[in-house]
Structures are given as C-alpha cells and as structure tokens.
C-alpha cells in the first residue's frame, strides 16, 4: 500500500528516465513487487492450482533487460512479517480470501473475465514462489537477499551503506524510509520515473525542504502507512501542515487529540510512536556479520526510545530478534522465513543441498562463476563489489523467444484462415463483393478445408473433438451456396 497519496502529490518532480542511466552501477529491486507483477498475468494458474511458471519468466525477462543495459541487480525478498504489519496484514488476506471465494463461484459460472479479475485480486505471493525465483536468479550469478521482515528496510540499508545507488520498486514507503533514488513503473524496455530525495523541497504545494526525515515520517503516518492506518479525514496535504506547524509526534497528537474534527484514540500515540521507530530502527540483516542490526544505529538519549523500551525491553515490534543461524539461513533463501524450516520445492533436489561447506548459498548446478552451458546466460564473472561491471552474457540469449505452450486452436486455425482469404480473394475477382457472398465463400472454405494431418496427429482425443466447432457441416450433405444471391452448382 505504501504511504497514501503520497505518489501523486509527487509526480510534478517524477523525472522519465531510462534505465541505461544506472550502468555499472548496482540498483536494488523490491522482488515482491516484480512477483505480483508477474502473478498477475497468471493469477488463474495460481489460484485454482495450476503449474505454472509465467511469473519466473516475468522476473527473468526483467533481469536480463537490466543486464543487457550494464545494470547490477541486486535482488531483495520479503521475510516474516513484521508485527507492526499484523492489522494490514489481516485486512489483505480477508480481502485475498474474499476474492478467491468470488472468483471460483464466477468459474463455476463460465464468466471468464470477472473470474480472473477476482483471481488477481486473491493471488498470493509465497516464500516458496520467491524461492524458486531466488535459484534460477542464483544460477545467473544474481545477488538474491531474503530481508528477515520488510525488504523495503533492507533496501534502505543497502543504500545507507552506499551498497547500492537507487532501488526499483512500487512502493511509496522507500520515501519515508530516506532513500535517495527510487525508480517507479519500469518498464520491460527499462522506462521508469525517478524520484530524487534532493528535489522533495521543489514539490509545489508540499514544501518539504525544511522538513527533517522524522518529521516526514510523522507525515506519513498520520496521512496513513502500513503500519498506521491514519487519521480519518485527514489527507495527505492536511497531514503535511499539520507537521509542519507542531513538527513533533507529542504536538501532533496533541493538536489531533485537542481538534474535534479527527477521532483519536488514547491508545494512538503508543501505536504512532511505533510506527515512527519501525520507519528508523527496523531490525535488518547485515551480511558483513551475518546478524541482525538495526536499521540505523539506536540512539538510547532519544526519548521515544527510553519510553517504548519500558514497555518493551527487546522492541520485539521492530522485529524479534533473531539466531544468527537462522537470520543467516533466511538470507540465503535456505529457511522459510516464517517458520525456519527448510524451503522445500516441486524439485526432487532438497535446496538445502545447495550449501558449500561455508554455509553460502550456491547454484543447484554450478559456481556462480562457471559459464552456464545449454541456452541458458553465459556468466563469466560475478558480481562481487560496487565497482564491477555487469558479467558479460551472449547478446544472442536476449532475441531468442520466449517458450510459451500454445492454444490448439492457435495451432489449427492459422492455415484455416490463410485458406478463408484465398476463397474470398476468389468471390471477389468473380465479381461477389457484397458482405453476404463474402460470408457465404467463408462458410463454404470452412465446409472444404481439412486441418493438417501432422497438427490432428499431435492432438489428444479431446483435442480432436474440439476440432468440429470450426468445420461447418451443409444441410443434407449438399455443397452448394444458399439461395439468396448465390449460384447453385448448376449455375444458376
């Protein structure tokens, strides 16, 4: 969901750029949101328990663009979820399982297109789906990170440690949490829009630039976030002058608490508070020392964090903390993030095999800097600092077309049409161009015509009986044309 009219307030400093901006350079992708992208186009598979692998070919698709334009992917899942997140967690999967219900009823009822529209909405995103992503991304000598709860934090880390230079995603949140480039709405060419934190202070209307980030995160609260859900009634423009006026979270609820056109609870201010902690000190993974940190460093002399520490001594809100062994083995894809157990697939080789003996994730059939052989990318080098280039891959692998199965009436009715043109082409140079000879000649080509003998030989039984909707069978065996306007095979 993001911060709520946060995007569109911000589109006039929204700069069109091409992805090819970001060469050599390392961008950071929210890989759930290229994974509801691509379910998107498969939400009917997905939700009636379909295989399919639409969304890894969508995924793929995406990285090998960013690679043929010189780009550094580094990709970044999500993990557990984050107790902040508990009560919109529960409002999207009510509305996921709403949906889903609607949508099989709609099956039932053969009105395929509200079906799928309800299956899109009720599409679930899985640790498993971004599993089998991770290994396919792993084998192309891709950095892939399992955030231990937000990827949104762990991206934010990433740019806080100069780790990467900008970060793709859909989500208005990155705003809050400080990242300085953000890319929206890319493209499958790589054309996107590119948020610069150093232009907040130019939006007209929304003067940001004496804003500190603690007072656009209590912006972004107020206006309503996933871990807050807002005042109601108060927009995002109200929310901005409001902050700007009492500029602290006391003030503002105060003012909020005071103001008898906004309905605040007492219990707010704790949950406000919360929220504004999760925006600065989620808890992240460090891969330099395969622990958990928080996303910024703690301060003890600020005052929020005295008080939420007497309520809480571990912050378990901002994420519990974890075993190195297990934040390890969620970073590495190695265990579900929810459970800790071993990610397992449709597959017969356990993921938990992949492992070197240091413990770090490798590829299920080779080193990352072995050269992939078959069709597949030829990784010659890995990434392994900021500075490096992209690892060179055959140009050719990026022109090579996408195996998709086909529909059997795709397959059959190519050839039945190039032969409904002929007979038409025929009506017309003998002189029959009104629309209903036209129609005529079509019924007559689809009673002559014979579906390929090779395609009906690779068709089941099924398939086969299929085939009849598109012959057309004469009353009484006769071949002749109807009588109106038409010749009788006599002449007529």
Not at 20 to 39: C, E, M, P, T
Request: include cysteine.
């Amino acid at each position: 969901m993001g911060v709520q009219g946060l995007l569109p307030v911000l589109k006039p400093i929204s700069e069109a750029i091409h992805i090819q901006l970001f060469a050599n350079k390392r961008v950071g992708i929210d890989g759930y949101s290229w994974l509801h992208k691509g379910a998107f186009g498969c939400a009917l598979e997905l939700c009636t328990g379909t295989s399919t692998s639409r969304y890894m070919d969508y995924f793929v698709e995406r990285i090998k663009m960013l690679l043929y334009y010189n780009v550094v992917p580094v990709v970044v899942f999500d993990g557990a979820k984050l107790p902040m997140k508990s009560e919109t967690e529960a409002m999207r999967r009510e509305s996921r399982e709403m949906y889903l219900e609607k949508g099989k009823k709609l099956l039932k009822e053969r009105k395929w297109t509200h079906a799928v529209e309800c299956f899109q909405r009720a599409v679930n995103i899985t640790p498993t789906m971004a599993y089998k992503v991770s290994q396919v991304l792993l084998e192309m000598g891709i950095d892939v990170t399992v955030a231990p709860y937000e990827a949104d934090a762990q991206l934010a880390w990433l740019c806080f440690q100069n780790e990467i230079d900008a970060v793709i995603t859909e989500d208005s949140d990155l705003i809050a949490y400080g990242v300085n480039r953000i890319i929206y709405k890319m493209g499958r060419s790589g054309d996107g829009f590119l948020i610069s934190r150093k232009n907040l202070g130019a939006v007209e209307g929304l003067a940001l630039s004496h804003f500190t980030q603690d007072m656009l995160q209590l912006m972004s609260i107020i206006a309503g976030c996933d871990f807050f859900p807002g005042i109601r009634g108060l927009g995002i423009k109200k929310a901005h002058e409001i902050v700007k006026r009492y500029r602290t979270l006391d003030r503002v609820f105060w003012f909020l608490r005071n103001n008898p056109k906004f309905q605040v609870e007492q219990n707010d201010w704790d949950r406000m508070a919360k929220a504004l902690m999760t925006f600065k000190y989620q808890r992240v993974y460090d891969h330099r020392f395969q622990k958990l940190v928080f996303l910024t460093q703690l301060d003890e002399r600020d005052p929020l964090v005295h008080s939420m520490k007497q309520r809480d001594a571990h912050l378990d809100f901002l994420g519990p903390l974890l075993p190195d062994e297990i934040a390890q083995g969620i970073a590495q894809g190695r265990l579900h993030p929810c459970t800790w157990e071993c990610i397992a697939d449709d597959s017969p080789k356990n993921p938990c095999d992949s492992l070197d003996e240091q413990g770090t994730v490798k590829s299920p059939l080779k080193p990352r800097a072995q050269v992939a052989n078959g069709k597949g990318l030829s990784v010659t080098s890995p990434c392994t600092s900021k500075t490096n280039c992209c690892p060179r891959i055959r140009i050719l692998d990026f022109f090579q077309k996408p195996k998709t199965s086909r529909v059997v009436t795709s397959i059959v009715s190519s050839p039945w049409m190039n032969a409904i043109r002929g007979k038409r082409k025929e009506c017309k140079e003998n002189g029959l161009e009104s629309h209903g000879s036209l129609k005529k000649c079509k019924k007559e080509s689809l009673g002559m015509l014979q579906p390929n003998q090779n395609i009906v030989n690779r068709l089941s039984e099924k398939d086969i009986g299929l085939l009849d909707q598109f012959r057309h069978k004469p009353l009484n065996g006769s071949s002749t044309l109807d009588t109106k306007g038409g010749e009788d095979e006599n002449g007529r």
